[in-house]
């Protein structure tokens, strides 16, 4: 039997790949809004080291979620699945294509493929784990969810608070381990078809030229103010999740006196770099997903576009 669910294109691809710029040229072809993927998109202030879209690209087409919460505020990926469906409805019920554009890959697992059912958050759980942590360290919370969930750990950072507290807290509310929770299967079916193209250049040396020629840009439009601006903030602190993010870390920690100007610009190319590799790594467990080069396979991937449409 024929699918009927409207459609829907899911571009995905590393940092610096050229998602934003071919996402609204495809917008403007096939009369589409684009849905930003990108866990950084979502906070205010927060506009020249996420390179969001410019005033005149937002003029020209239509984009949803993003500027969603201040920088202290926490977005989750069971937060963004809601929101973006419901903008996903929105575009379609206008007779429009929804454009579903970005990197952060738990976002478009949470979306398109639903997210496991676990223990709901504690606030009570979370206070005692956050006192434990000023009492120990995030190291030996770290520590302690290697112990019960390895799986967990290794995917974890020993300075990301906010993911090691939720496992734990899973732990302690549940008996299971988070890795156990998402181990189970979901009944989740997306009330779109989505066309999944992944844009990567085949060799690494481009990739990693784009990343580096966008983060100069970045300091040259006076990204190191942006954040300047965002630490006179008494309610942002370096270990939220908005100030982990890649290039806002590294310059956080070069305002605190941690490098020198060379230093941080090489902390933070270094730092992209490595989120690209992860990006990619999560990529290829994409298995319905069809990979173009854009810079040799532009043609072909417009192409399997068009196919999919028409």
């Known amino acids: 039997m024929r699918d009927q669910r409207p459609l829907a294109v899911a571009l995905m691809g590393p940092t610096a790949s050229g998602k934003t710029a071919l996402a609204v040229e495809w917008a403007q072809r096939w009369a589409g809004e684009i849905v930003s993927v990108d866990s950084a998109l979502v906070y205010r202030r927060m506009t020249i080291g996420t390179a969001k879209p410019d005033a005149a690209t937002l003029a020209q087409v239509r984009h949803h979620l993003l500027d ?3 920088p202290p505020q926490t977005y989750s990926a069971a937060d963004f699945a809601r929101d973006a469906l419901a903008a996903m409805r929105d575009i379609q019920q206008r007779g429009r294509l929804p454009i579903l554009a970005g990197g952060t890959g738990l976002y478009f697992q949470a979306l398109l493929d639903g997210l496991s059912p676990m223990p709901e958050a504690d606030p009570a ?8 942590a000023g009492q120990r360290g995030w190291a030996s919370l770290h520590a302690e969810l290697a112990q019960v969930d390895p799986l967990a750990a290794a995917r974890i950072h020993a300075t990301d608070p ?7 807290e899973v732990w302690r509310l549940s008996g299971r381990t988070v890795s156990d929770w998402q181990a189970q299967p979901s009944a989740h079916r997306l009330p ?3 066309l999944k193209l992944v844009i990567a250049p085949q060799n690494r040396a481009v990739l990693h030229a784009r990343i ?6 970045m300091l ?8 300047r601006a965002l630490r006179a903030d008494p309610l942002l602190q370096a270990d ?9 870390r590294q310059a956080w920690q070069h305002l605190d006196g941690g490098s020198d100007a060379e230093q941080f610009r090489e902390r933070a190319i270094a730092a992209t770099r490595q989120l690209a590799k992860r990006q990619l790594t999560w990529l290829r467990g994409e298995l319905d997903a069809c990979w173009f080069d854009p810079e040799q396979q532009l043609l072909a991937l417009n192409e399997a576009l068009s196919r999919f449409l028409q």
Do not use: S
């Open 220 to 227: 040259e439009a006076g990204f190191l103010d942006e954040v």
């Open 240 to 248: 939220l999740p908005a100030m982990r993010a890649v290039g806002y």
């Open 125 to 132: 759980l979370r206070a005692q784990l956050h006192a434990e």
């Open 212 to 217: 580096a020629q966008r983060f100069d840009a």
């Open 162 to 168: 906010q993911r090691i507290v939720r496992a734990l």
């Open 68 to 70: 969603l919460r201040e």
């Open 192 to 194: 779109f078809r989505v």
